[in-house]
């Protein structure tokens, strides 16, 4: 939960738990678990990055260095996987694997891993936003809900007691200013309060939680402040399907990311026997405890296998990918001319434009005036953040695990990066595996 005008904080974790101080063997990656290059028909064999890469192509003059920085930081942290991508000027030069995709199966991992990004996935779905807009079939002061309104479905205006909620405009969501706040909880991490206050027969989908959700009072006028709103997110999403009549998944991967060169991204699943060919199996952090699944089963799970509905936040958190693959995304709306951009020079200034420290961009969680752009991301059993430099480097890293810091763990992350940068920027080396 962000306080007002306090742009750099993440909603507040629910618990503090000390990290076992015990060390983390880290192995030496290999290729396994991967969705194999020869698996692919020969006319997609070659765009199918996530089946070209290998540890092995990001050796560098120094890299043992860097390997024992970043091991370091990981058994600080009782992370037992982490996937690290570095661009810079479009061209992919690093992506590598440390750790464990999976230690029960023992899997190494491998940039050809993919991990849930989180709130990550919220850049994605603000771009999804921009390519209809630029295809002119909604504007951002489009209204939300009511006649007018592109949710315009009966059972939501019926919801709606408070008059400001048909002022909702997508802009709004976007920068979250829609008037949601988690004064109850936030709706996409409470499915079991839900149900109970609803008296619902299980866990909601999107249109009922959107429904229920209506029915409560906001916490402000829409556009007069901010709160970050994972559910403005979902809702997003929804319009997105409204507009384009395509489901969230589908429109995303074919006009947004395959556009993008980004062929391995999809809507995370809730349990590790639903996991990708090529998906890492996610830990919880040291000393975690059990908690009740989130659909009122009964069962006590991990947080990261059904705590939550991670399906059902859809462009709010949802999805999964490699940071290779989400550097190659970046790469297509940061505006450079390496890669195409799938989106307008507008349409990025537009997203990474700088209003001050109490707004939000689009998508981004942060951009500065001079061109460094934050996007963050946390779940139970992840943590993602990607860091766009002025200089035009890009650093994204994945974990498989969570930290008892919760989203605070994100800027000890941005930490390792800056060290790492100042010390081995210089050393990387001179290519593209984009190319490859």
């Given amino acids: 939960m962000r306080k007002p005008g306090k742009k750099k904080l993440l909603a507040a974790i629910s618990s503090v738990i000390c990290i076992s101080s015990a060390a983390i063997l880290i192995p030496k990656a290999v290729p396994v678990n991967a969705r194999h290059a020869e698996d692919r028909s020969p006319e997609t064999k070659e765009l199918r990055l996530n089946d070209t890469l290998t540890n092995a192509m990001s050796g560098f003059q120094g890299d043992d260095s860097m390997d024992r920085t970043i091991e370091a930081f990981m058994q600080k942290w009782g992370i037992k996987g982490a996937s690290l991508a570095i661009m810079r000027n479009d061209s992919l030069l690093f992506a590598k694997g440390y750790g464990w995709a999976d230690e029960e199966k023992g899997d190494s991992m491998t940039p050809r891993n993919i991990l849930r990004m989180a709130s990550v996935s919220k850049l994605i779905t603000a771009t999804g936003i921009m390519v209809l807009k630029e295809r002119g079939q909604l504007s951002l002061q489009d209204t939300v809900f009511g006649n007018s309104g592109i949710l315009n479905d009966s059972v939501f205006t019926a919801a709606i007691k408070e008059k400001s909620k048909f002022g909702i405009t997508v802009e709004h969501l976007l920068r979250h200013q829609g008037g949601f706040t988690c004064s109850r909880g936030d709706p996409m991490f409470s499915t079991r309060d839900i149900i109970r206050q609803f008296r619902l027969d299980g866990p909601p989908d999107s249109r009922t939680l959107t429904e229920c959700v209506l029915k409560r009072p906001l916490g402000y006028q829409p556009g007069t402040w901010q709160r970050y709103s994972n559910f403005g997110y979902l809702l997003l999403s929804m319009v997105i399907e409204k507009v384009s009549g395509t489901d969230y998944e589908t429109f995303i991967q074919e006009n947004v990311l395959k556009p993008a060169g980004c062929h391995d991204m999809h809507i995370a699943n809730n349990y590790y026997e639903e996991r990708y060919p090529n998906e890492v199996r996610y830990y919880m952090h040291a ?150």
């Fill in 287 to 436: 000393g975690s405890e059990l908690c009740e699944e989130y659909n009122l089963s009964g069962r006590m799970v991990e947080r990261c296998y059904g705590g939550n509905d991670i399906r059902g936040l859809s462009g709010a958190g949802a999805w999964c990918g490699s940071p290779a693959e989400l550097s190659r995304f970046v790469a297509a709306i940061d505006g450079k001319p390496g890669v195409a951009d799938i989106i307008s020079a507008e349409s990025v200034a537009e997203m990474t434009e700088y209003f001050d420290t109490q707004t939000f961009s689009l998508g981004w969680n942060d951009t500065k005036p001079t061109g460094e752009w934050t996007r963050t991301g946390t779940l139970g059993g992840t943590s993602a953040l990607v860091k766009y430099f002025p200089e035009g480097d890009c650093w994204t890293m994945i974990t498989n695990t969570s930290t008892w810091k919760g989203p605070g763990f994100t800027r000890y992350t941005e930490s390792l990066f800056r060290k790492c940068r100042e010390l081995y920027g210089d050393m990387l080396p001179a290519q593209n595996l984009f190319d490859q």
